[in-house]
């Protein structure tokens, strides 16, 4: 039987050859025909979730705790110190200087990272900001929202902060940042799926290994190290993303 | 809460009776203290309404310790000018498993108060209501200005009813 290891889409497209090599080790190291297959958007990734082709994923807030309380998955690891932290930000010679300065028909550019945006809906409530009063330009990834901001075509942008602080200093000094997220809590979840549920042990005490016998290839994936994940520290998570979705 | 809690600011003294019967004496001032910029205030209570965590932010917004603020229960953030059907139709809702959001002004330990939009889901586990977990954002200020106007009104009534 082979297995599917996914990512979310939100990833950074520059750590990709660390998560092949990842794969690999992992394959080698539990014995799973294990194969990484990677989507370029959230509906495609959703599509083979739904349709019971995913074993292990690195996902999202959002998409942990759907696949948590709907489909079965068991938590298995979590990035140390790396918590999902949301930033606004608009053009360096925008007027806005602190949320309660932005008005209604704001003009947001955006990917389709779903806690990245209900956050910044959140972080936008203070001016009375609701989501209907937002409209949406969609862009691939963050260096596209960027540039949406640069030229004009929005006002505001919701970046992922890891993402935000590691584009080009050129583009990030054509932008400023308004207010950054200290929510410290809501991070991605390494998952196993219903196929996997036996070898849960086995698949953290790998991940968990790799912290002392594999730094440099926890760098290329943007991480500094794993930690354990038990079930009721994820439920957590989960009951708190829960409060966030009105 | 006492006097000295006040540190040299002038407050009114109020007594608060809470659903358990329990009734205790707070000073409080009229300053407010803002909501901090993009953090949540986040608490877990047992299903009585004993706080069993609460996270720095709500540490810093109550004046408390974590320590004061663990093993009590939530209402001793209560402050006099919220009424209390605010408060039993939150329990009303949770009790039923159901998650419940509105407007709160809260009290510091030192008097002062601070406003949030809160959210309260009951913790489910193998369909057990087995504690609640509450959030809390910043709220904007016209729905500040709207609630505390509604809260006064209500607060009015009841105390008219205990007359």
Redesign the interface.
């Known amino acids: 039987m082979k297995y599917t290891l996914t990512l979310s889409p939100d990833f950074n497209t520059k750590y990709l050859a660390g998560w092949f090599v990842l794969n690999t080790r992992l394959q080698k190291q539990l014995g799973l025909p294990l194969h990484l297959d990677l989507f370029t958007d959230f509906s495609a990734c959703h599509a083979a979730i739904d349709a019971g082709k995913i074993d292990l994923i690195y996902a999202n807030p959002a998409d942990g705790a759907m696949l948590l309380r709907e489909k079965q998955f068991v938590p298995v690891v979590h990035p140390r110190m790396r918590p999902d932290e949301t930033i606004i930000a608009v053009p360096v010679d925008s007027p806005v200087n602190r949320?309660?300065d932005f008005r209604p028909d704001l003009r947001v550019a955006a990917t389709d990272d779903p806690e990245i945006n209900m956050i910044g809906q959140?972080?936008l409530?203070?001016?009375?900001i609701t989501p209907a009063d937002i409209q949406y330009q969609r862009c691939e990834n963050y260096v596209l929202v960027a540039k949406a901001l640069m030229n004009g075509q929005a006002d505001a942008g919701f970046f992922l902060a890891e993402t935000f602080a590691e584009l080009s200093p050129t583009i990030r000094n054509r932008l400023r940042v308004i207010?950054?997220?200290?929510?410290?809590?809501i991070h991605h979840l390494f998952l196993a799926g219903p196929r996997l549920t036996n070898q849960v042990d086995e698949i953290r005490q790998a991940l968990l290994a790799m912290n002392d016998t594999e730094p440099g290839l926890l760098k290329e994936i943007g991480v500094t190290g794993w930690q354990a994940t038990d079930a009721e520290e994820a439920?957590?998570m989960v009951?708190?993303m829960?409060?966030?979705v009105? | 809460m006492t006097l000295a809690d006040l540190h040299g600011e002038s407050g009114e003294e109020h007594w608060l009776t809470y659903y358990d019967g329990f009734r205790r004496r707070v000073f409080v001032t009229h300053r407010e203290v803002p909501?901090?910029?993009?953090?949540?205030i986040?608490s877990?209570t047992d299903p009585s309404g004993v706080i069993t965590h609460a996270?720095q932010?709500f540490v810093d917004m109550s004046g408390y310790s974590e320590d004061e603020l663990v093993g009590e229960q939530h209402y001793i953030l209560r402050h006099p000018d919220m009424p209390a059907v605010a408060f039993k139709g939150l329990w009303d809702t949770i009790s039923q498993g159901k998650?419940w959001?509105g407007y709160v002004k809260n009290l510091r330990k030192d008097g002062a108060f601070y406003w949030v939009?809160a959210?309260?889901?009951p913790?489910i586990?193998d369909g057990r209501i087995v504690s609640y977990?509450?959030?809390r954002?910043?709220?904007?200020?016209?729905?500040i200005e709207e609630m505390a106007a509604l809260y006064k009104s209500l607060l009015q009534e009841e105390q008219g009813n205990r007359q």
């Open positions: 949320i309660e959140i972080l409530e203070p001016a009375d207010l950054k997220s200290q929510i410290h809590v439920e957590f009951d708190l829960d409060t966030l009105d | 909501f901090p910029e993009g953090k949540l986040v877990r996270n932010a998650k959001h939009y959210t309260v889901v913790n586990r977990t509450s959030v954002r910043k709220p904007s200020r016209r729905k």
